[in-house]
């Protein structure tokens, strides 16, 4: 593509880099055509909070009829540059709002929330109150069910706006989580201003919790900041019954991570759910 631009982007020819443009076009065709042949699908990851499943993350995969499961770190930053982000965040919300629906006939699956990931790219755009409320009306999900992530680098640029968003949905009873927090250079003083529910503490910090003591002075410092600014807390990446241990410890709660479950297909979260809730 970047030939067709013409300029001197390719005035030397490098076949490592032409290879790699090529096969970013490619997976950017390919990522238009499963938008249409509906080739991507949720996976729900539980969420626990004092022993209890409180929720479900749903993380959006990607059946590639070629390449099998395409995970989203492969393919979200290549939809955010073509825009495709906001007709596929647009699906995501939309199935994962479905979902919470679905689950309220079910007393095991009815108190759970759902969170939902989401892009600077579709939260900066004009109408994007508007879509989730509209979503929320469609599928008929009580909007105090949804959780919405968002992600410190949304910080970088127009705060107002985020914050006049956020306190849009926050007043129909949307929730949110900041997401990876600690990973990027969140301001203290626009942390204090956003109306939060969560810091979700990034999967990197518990991973070394007992490797490198920098780690565990960052997840202690995460859960003070949070208690003192009236937050919850929930750590990512919990793989281990050690770590889980030392959070609650530490005063974390809410923990999220393999040693609970893999993200599931949602039959699978569901018989999941029903076999944790009985234990
Ligand atoms: P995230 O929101 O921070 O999600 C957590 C990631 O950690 C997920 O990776 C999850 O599968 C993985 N994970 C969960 N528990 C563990 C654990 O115990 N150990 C380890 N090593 N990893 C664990 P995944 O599913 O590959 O998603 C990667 C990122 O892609 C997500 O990070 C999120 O930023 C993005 N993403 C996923 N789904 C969506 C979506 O629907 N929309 C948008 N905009 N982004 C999404
Ligand atoms: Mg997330
Ligand atoms: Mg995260
Ligand atoms: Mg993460």
């Given at each position: 593509r970047a030939k067709d631009e013409g300029?001197?982007?390719?005035?030397f020819f490098d076949p490592a880099m032409e290879s790699l443009v090529l096969k970013h076009a490619a997976l950017a065709e390919d990522l238009r055509d499963a938008l249409r042949e509906r080739q991507f699908l949720l996976h729900y990851q539980a969420q626990v909070s004092g022993g209890r499943l409180s929720g479900a993350e749903v993380l959006v995969r990607w059946q590639h009829p070629d390449k099998g499961l395409v995970s989203p770190g492969e393919f979200i930053p290549l939809a955010e540059e073509t825009g495709l982000i906001i007709p596929l965040g647009n699906w995501v919300l939309e199935t994962a709002c479905a979902q919470l629906a679905a689950w309220d006939d079910d007393p095991l699956l009815s108190s759970l929330t759902i969170s939902v990931n989401v892009s600077f790219q579709q939260f900066r755009q004009d109408d994007f109150v508007d879509q989730v409320l509209a979503t929320l009306r469609r599928t008929r999900a009580n909007p105090e069910r949804l959780k919405l992530e968002l992600t410190e680098s949304m910080l970088a640029s127009n705060v107002d706006a985020l914050i006049e968003r956020m306190y849009a949905l926050k007043a129909k009873g949307v929730g949110f989580a900041l997401d990876d927090f600690g990973t990027g250079y969140s301001s203290l003083s626009y942390l204090k201003r956003l109306p939060l529910d969560h810091l979700k503490i990034d999967q990197s910090f518990v991973r070394d919790v007992f490797i490198d003591s920098n780690d565990s002075a960052i997840v202690k410092t995460i859960i003070a900041l949070a208690q003192s600014l009236g937050l919850g807390v929930i750590a990512e990446g919990v793989e281990t019954e050690e770590q889980r241990d030392y959070l609650v410890s530490v005063g974390c709660h809410a923990c999220q991570g393999y040693f609970f479950s893999r993200p599931l297909p949602v039959e699978a979260f569901e018989t999941f759910v029903r076999k944790f809730q009985r234990t």
């Open positions: 300029g001197n982007g390719l005035c």
